[in-house]
C-alpha cells in the first residue's frame, strides 16, 4: 500500500539541520506522552486506536445498515455539523467520482449522498426537499447530545417529511441515529421511536470521529469498501508509530511546523490541486484548528485550491 511522502526541502533557507537535531527530542517525548495517554486532554485520546480497537458488532451492524439504505432509498441525508460531517464529506469527495451524485443511477448503484444540519439556511433545506421530490429517502442523524442547533432545525424537517411519506412505522425504518451510547436529547428520542443507534464513542471528539460510526456508515453507504479503508489507517499507524525519528514523516512533519512556529511563522496553508481533496483541507482546518487553536496560542490553518 502506497503512503504519503513528505518533502521538506522547502524548509532548508528557514530551519538548519542542526534545529531538526535539536528539537528531535522533543518530539519524541511529545510522542511518547500522547502514546502514554497521560497528558492533557488525555480523557479524548480514543482515536488513536480506532484503526485497530473497534467494537467488530458495531462495525458489522454498520455495513448491514449501509446495505440496507442502498436496497431501500434513492437518497441518504446525512445530517451533522463539524465533526459530524467534515471527516465523511472529505472521504466520500477523495474515495469517490468527482460527480458521485450526477452519475446515472445504473452507473453509482447507490444512493445520492446529501448533508443537512451544516447551516440553518431555510432555502437550502427546502431546495434539498424539491431535490428529493418523491424519490425514496433515508436519514442519519450525527449528533453526540442531539441538541445542537443546526441539526435539530434540519432533522425536525426531515422527520416530518420521513413520516408524510412513509408513516411512523416507515419512518423508523429510516432514520439512523448516531450519538451517545447512553444520553441526551438525540439517545432519549431514538430510543423512545425505536430508530437504529449506532455510538460517538465517549472517548473520540467530533473532529477524530470519522473512523467511528460517525462517518463509517455514510461511507459505507456510499459503496466505499470500508475494511480496506480501516486497514490503511491501521497500517499508517504502525508505520508512524514504529519508524524512528529522522525516517518519521509525521514526526519531522510536526517538527518542521514547531520550529517555524517558533521562528513567527503562525499562518499555514495547505494547498491542493485536486478538487476532489477541497473537503480533505475542510476538515484539516477544524481538526488543526480546534485542537491547537486555544486562548489565542496556535498555529492559523487556511487553505486553497490552486489550478
Known sequence: MGHIALD???THSFIHPDEFSDIGHQ???AAKLLDSRRGPGSDFL???DLPAKYDRAEFKRVKTAARKIQRQSEVLVVIGIGGSYLGAKAALEFCGHSFYNNLPKKQRRTPEIYFAGTNISGTYLRHLLELIGDRHF???VISKSGTTTEPAIAFRIFKQKLEEKYGPDGARERIYATTDRA???LKTLADREGYETFVVPDDVGGRFSVLTAVGLLPIAAAGIDIDQLLKGAADAR???KSAAYSENDVLRYAAARNILHRK????EMLINYEPRLHYVAEWWKQLFGESEGKNGKGIFTASADFT
Open 8 to 10: 521538506l526541502s522547502g
Open 27 to 29: 518530539v519524541a517525548a
Open 46 to 48: 480514543g482515536w488513536l
Open 138 to 140: 433515508s436519514v442519519n
Open 183 to 185: 444520553k441526551g436529547a
Open 238 to 240: 504502525v508505520r508512524y
Open 264 to 267: 513567527g511563522k503562525d499562518i
